[in-house]
């Protein structure tokens, strides 16, 4: 059976869970917590190298900030509490995002979970936190813009270009079309660059958008949604994404021979 190497899931509707039962959206997240838990040995059960969780997006900061507080209190809480399932399944973990701005507690658990889990050899869970995948295009683009141009030798010719503005912008053009100004190039700059582009993206919850999560990663990733709220998300779900994901044809563009 084909399996994916990589998936990545979009955990969403646990607002809506709790919202449906007369429960605090903090219960939803909660709830959705212990579905981590399962999706985890489900995927170190099935043989996944990797899974991709997004938790957190650049844009959730603008929820209230009692719901921003909790998911950071839950996502330290997690990390701690689950580092024993984590070495116990090999699992390794990984977080993407800018890290800087995160609450500190949440940081020091992430980063000692990360030190901790690093031999794990089985699953390695990437974690979104504080990820916004065209911010992540953005940055990559300028980093790999600026390294171009301050390589010794096209610093060199730019110097010596400087005096000329015709053959100051002749140097920038060739620069930029040179063949090592490449998507390779942009990729070495992602947050995870050695992370394989996800095979399947899994939504939870009947929303059919990727809500900025790996835009550029995803070009040719199989997408499968269902209506199913994060919480209430089984490993019965987990393998029918699985078995639907076996009898996609995956054709990158070309046609079936
Ligand atoms: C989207 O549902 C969910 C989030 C923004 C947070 C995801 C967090 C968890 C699943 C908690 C546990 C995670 C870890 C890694 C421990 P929503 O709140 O937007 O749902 P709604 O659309 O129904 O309001």
């Known amino acids: 059976m084909k399996k994916p190497k990589h998936i990545a899931i979009i955990m969403d509707g646990n607002g809506r869970w709790a919202q449906e039962r007369g429960l605090k959206r903090?219960?939803?997240?909660?709830?959705?917590?212990?579905?981590?838990?399962?999706?985890?040995?489900?995927?170190?059960?099935?043989?996944?190298?990797?899974?991709?969780?997004?938790?957190?997006?650049?844009?959730?900061?603008?929820?209230?900030?009692e719901e921003v507080n909790y998911l950071f209190t839950l996502?330290?809480?997690f990390t701690n509490k689950e580092l024993p399932l984590m070495l116990k399944e090999g699992i390794r973990l990984n977080v993407i995002g800018e890290k800087s701005n995160l609450p500190l507690a949440t940081r020091?658990?992430?980063d000692y979970a990360?030190?901790?889990?690093?031999?794990?050899?089985?699953?390695?869970?990437?974690l979104a936190l504080n990820y916004s995948g065209s911010q992540e295009i953005i940055q990559a683009a300028r980093k790999s813009a600026y390294e171009s141009l301050c390589s010794p030798e096209n610093l060199e010719r730019i110097i010596k270009a400087a005096q000329n503005e015709a053959t100051l912008k002749k140097e920038f053009a060739r620069i930029f079309s040179e063949t090592d100004y490449t998507e390779a190039?942009?990729?070495?700059?992602?947050?995870?660059?050695?992370?394989?582009?996800?095979d399947l993206i899994i939504r939870t919850s009947g929303e059919l958008r990727l809500s900025n999560f790996y835009l550029f990663q995803a070009a040719y990733s199989e997408l499968y949604f269902t209506d199913v709220y994060w919480p209430d998300f089984s490993a019965l779900d987990f393998k029918l994404a699985l078995d639907v994901y076996a009898n996609r044809k995956r054709r990158f563009g070309k046609i079936d021979v």
């Not at 190039?185 to 996800?198: A, V």
């Open 26 to 65: 903090s219960e939803g997240h909660l709830a959705g917590a212990q579905t981590v838990r399962t999706v985890l040995s489900e995927c170190v059960r099935h043989e996944i190298p990797h899974v991709s969780l997004y938790a957190f997006s650049t844009e959730n900061w603008n929820r209230p900030q």
């Open 108 to 110: 020091k658990a992430l």
């Open 185 to 198: 190039n942009l990729r070495k700059h992602f947050f995870y660059p050695e992370l394989p582009d996800p």
């Open 75 to 77: 996502f330290c809480e």
């Open 114 to 126: 990360i030190k901790k889990t690093a031999k794990g050899t089985n699953t390695e869970l990437t």
